[in-house]
């Protein structure tokens, strides 16, 4: 489909008033929500960032499908851009899922040091092994030690 100049120009005027409401609707939900505008006043973070987040998905769902002119091409070519860029978001999240758990995890593990394990990690968690304990294991290790030599 051709546009001619004055439609193109219509396009893109239209274009840019809706992606600046989009922008003011987003700027406005942040002063909003952060207490900027009215003071005390702040909404919480399970409604303002969902509502940004969608906004901003607009935003780029809006760009692609026009300036990008994703909307005149054919659905199978709209289909080969669109699958791997969701992919790629869909990665992205799960690798900050996979570092955030890792990241809550880091206190569970134990820490070895030179010395073997650190003292106050296995006493925080009261598996500090006894005396017995510890020297039965000597003697098994110096015994697997001796029959590997």
């Given at each position: 489909?051709?546009?001619?100049?004055?439609?193109?120009?219509?396009?893109?005027?239209?274009?840019?008033?809706?992606?600046?409401?989009?922008?003011?609707?987003?700027?406005?939900?942040?002063?909003?929500?952060?207490?900027?505008?009215?003071?005390?006043?702040?909404?919480?973070?399970?409604?303002?960032?969902?509502?940004?987040?969608?906004?901003?998905?607009?935003?780029?769902?809006?760009?692609?499908?026009?300036?990008?002119?994703?909307?005149?091409?054919?659905?199978?070519?709209?289909?080969?851009?669109?699958?791997?860029t969701?992919?790629?978001?869909?990665?992205?999240?799960?690798?900050?899922?996979e570092?955030?758990?890792?990241?809550?995890?880091?206190?569970?593990?134990?820490?070895?040091?030179?010395?073997?394990?650190?003292?106050?990690?296995?006493e925080?968690?009261?598996k500090?092994?006894?005396?017995?304990?510890?020297k039965?294991?000597?003697?098994?290790?110096?015994?697997?030690?001796?029959?590997?030599?």
């Open positions: 489909m051709s546009l001619s100049y004055e439609e193109a120009k219509k396009v893109v005027f239209k274009g840019m008033i809706i992606l600046g409401v989009v922008t003011l609707m987003e700027v406005s939900i942040a002063l909003l929500g952060n207490g900027h505008m009215i003071p005390g006043f702040h909404l919480h973070k399970w409604i303002m960032y969902p509502a940004m987040i969608l906004l901003s998905m607009y935003k780029a769902y809006f760009i692609v499908y026009e300036f990008m002119h994703m909307r005149y091409e054919k659905r199978t070519l709209a289909i080969s851009v669109l699958v791997p969701m992919l790629l978001i869909w990665a992205i999240i799960a690798f900050l899922q570092g955030n758990d890792w990241n809550n995890r880091r206190q569970y593990i134990e820490l070895v040091s030179s010395e073997g394990y650190k003292k106050e990690m296995l925080k968690e009261n500090l092994p006894d005396a017995g304990t510890i039965v294991e000597e003697a098994g290790a110096k015994e697997n030690d001796a029959s590997s030599h």
